[in-house]
């Protein structure tokens, strides 16, 4: 048996160290997909909980069959997504997604673009808007396609494609920002 299997056996006959070990070997990968889709660290913190939750719940479930990372690893995109469509309708944050820029990101040069650290990644992708936000982290991330997209979302698949390119575009005008602040401090 892998160790993998031993400890899901474990989990299931209550073991509470298992369970513990299954959260400690398995929290920073899923955090980070809670972050990606959250507002903020707070959200994303409660999104973990609630996902492990939905995970120790399901663990009979799990057949074996693909990675079991892959299987958690769906668990918490769905409840990130049900998480956002909720908040989006509490917050009423519907806005119109049309975002023109003035500069053409596309003419720095390669040498130019700043070396980005993961948490400031995530960072500039949390400043999208949110309709940006979870459809570059779901096309861009989770490798989803822009025909699940849609499904996911209840959107058009045009309407993914739109989304995701927008995304693209003002994540590349806020690095173009740290460029110029880069050149000015360097003057």
């Avoid at 070997?25 to 909980?49: G, N, P, T, V, W």
């Avoid at 948490?119 to 096309?139: A, H, K, S």
């Avoid at 003002?170 to 920002?177: R, S």
Wanted: overall charge negative.
């Amino acid at each position: 048996m892998q160790p993998e299997e031993v400890l899901i056996r474990q989990c299931l006959e209550g073991d509470r160290a298992a369970l513990d070990t299954l959260y400690l070997q398995f929290s920073s990968k899923m955090f980070a997909i809670c972050l990606r889709y959250s507002f903020d660290r707070m959200e994303a913190e409660d999104l973990l909980q609630e996902g492990f939750i939905k995970v120790y719940d399901r663990l009979s479930k799990f057949n074996g069959k693909g990675s079991f990372e892959g299987w958690m690893r769906k668990i918490f995109v769905n409840l990130s997504i049900d998480y956002y469509h909720k908040k989006r309708k509490e917050r009423e944050r519907l806005k119109d997604f049309k975002v023109e820029f003035e500069s053409n990101v596309d003419n720095t040069e390669e040498s130019d673009w700043p070396d980005l650290g993961q948490e400031e990644l995530i960072q500039l992708i949390q400043q999208l808007p949110d309709g940006y936000r979870i459809v570059f982290n779901l096309f861009a991330i989770e490798l989803y396609s822009h025909k699940e997209i849609a499904v996911l979302l209840g959107v058009s698949e045009s309407t993914s494609k739109t989304q995701y390119f927008k995304a693209r575009r003002m994540l590349k005008a806020k690095i173009y920002a740290i460029i110029n602040l880069k050149h000015q401090e360097q003057q």
